[in-house]
Nanobody, 116 residues
């Protein structure tokens, strides 16, 4: 059974850092990109960052220069290093696995709260 699991969320003060990890279990074939989305209360889910199998990265404008996404293709794992966190980054962060064939896979999310 394939599972996608996020970890690393928590409470952090403005200006602080967190590192999110997304691991997968089970056999997942044809992975194209892996990425992170987030959803704040009362808002739609939005793309934060993504990375293709060949390492091409894409970031939302709001996180450029502060967040860095990386990936271990061999382990189907993706990370999100978040620096300079702001209260506006508060959200549930979801890991996404985009497959060439088949539906996307999603984790259950990890909560990031930025507050003093």
């Amino acid at each position: 059974q394939v599972q996608v699991m996020e970890s690393g969320g928590g409470l952090v003060q403005p200006g602080g850092s967190l590192r999110l990890s997304c691991t997968t279990t089970g056999s997942i074939a044809n992975i194209n990109a892996m990425g992170w989305f987030r959803q704040a209360p009362g808002k739609q889910r939005e793309l934060v960052a993504s990375i293709t199998r060949t390492g091409i990265k894409n970031y939302a404008d709001s996180v450029k220069g502060r967040f860095d996404i990386s990936r271990d293709n061999g382990k189907n794992t993706v990370f999100l290093q978040m620096n300079g966190l702001k209260p506006g980054d508060t959200a549930v962060y979801y890991c996404n696995v985009d497959r060439i064939f088949g539906d996307d896979l999603w984790g259950r999310g990890t909560l990031v709260t930025v507050s003093s």
